[in-house]
């Protein structure tokens, strides 16, 4: 496949932001369902992990209310076991980077 995601050297200049779920998994913030039920039956990964850079494997979705799923993927690095997760299939994103964050209002001041 030429477009499939590799590992690459997280020797110096390691970049968490830059790990998670691959694009093709993700649109406008929340899971892709179909490309999430695929890559839990070809047993493919979704992405790599935020801590060791490992690959991520999806399990499968379950319902919480009507036509809501939860999706959860693990680290496959059994010295990691990271579990992340996306209720409701909505991907949360935050940063401590003060390049990251919004503008807001001023604190203390």
């Not at 047993?43 to 690959?55: L, P």
């Not at 991520?56 to 919480?64: D, G, I, N, Q």
Request: charged share 25%; aromatic share 12%.
């Amino acid at each position: 496949m030429a477009d499939q995601e590799t590992l690459g050297e997280e020797r110096n200049g390691f970049d968490p932001l830059a790990h998670g779920l691959w694009k093709r998994f993700v649109d406008n913030g929340c899971v892709v369902h179909g490309a999430w039920l695929r890559a839990c039956a070809e047993g493919s990964f979704v992405g790599t992990c935020r801590i060791c850079c490992d690959y991520l494997a999806p399990r499968h979705p379950h319902e919480a209310r009507a036509g809501r799923y939860d999706y959860e993927y693990q680290c496959r690095n059994v010295q990691c076991g990271q579990i992340y997760n996306a209720p409701g299939g909505r991907m949360f994103v935050r940063s401590s980077r003060s390049s990251e964050r919004g503008s807001g209002g001023t604190y203390g001041t």
